[in-house]
């Protein structure tokens, strides 16, 4: 049979720990820190988001114009295969981010060709054929 102890424990002299008024000084100068180096962040982003914005309205409004420009077969092809290679991506198990990076062109031009001005039936760009002229006579 085991012998069980009585639950006490041995008396050890303790001593106590004095505070110390500087334990969180390092803590608080850390902080402080990344805060003020976040605040200078924040004002250079703010300075050149507007620069950035415009810059990027300028590159969507160029390639969609450009893509504009393409036959719809060939917008038709080119988001096939964009679409394609998300879908070969998301069946290899490649992460998200790089399966959206695969599809996002199918999207462009998806987008390209819904932006493309309409065209009234009566007036497509179709060149009528030339008949050759018949002699009277």
């Not at 001005?117 to 760009?125: E, H, I, L």
Request: aromatic share 2%; net charge positive.
């Amino acid at each position: 049979m085991k012998k069980k102890g009585s639950g006490r424990r041995a008396d050890r002299a303790r001593t106590p720990v004095p505070p110390r008024p500087d334990r969180g000084a390092g803590a608080r100068r850390h902080i402080a820190g990344a805060a003020s180096a976040a605040r200078a962040g924040a004002g250079v982003l703010l300075d050149r988001l507007p620069g950035t914005v415009r810059a990027t309205r300028v590159g969507a409004n160029g390639a969609t114009s450009a893509l504009q420009t393409l036959p719809d077969s060939t917008l038709r092809w080119l988001a096939a295969g964009s679409v394609g290679l998300g879908a070969g991506l998301f069946l290899a198990g490649a992460p998200r981010v790089i399966i959206a990076a695969g599809v996002a062109p199918a999207l462009a031009m998806g987008a390209a060709a819904l932006a493309r001005p309409a065209v009234p039936v009566g007036q497509a760009d179709v060149t009528p054929l030339k008949r050759p002229h018949r002699a009277v006579g």
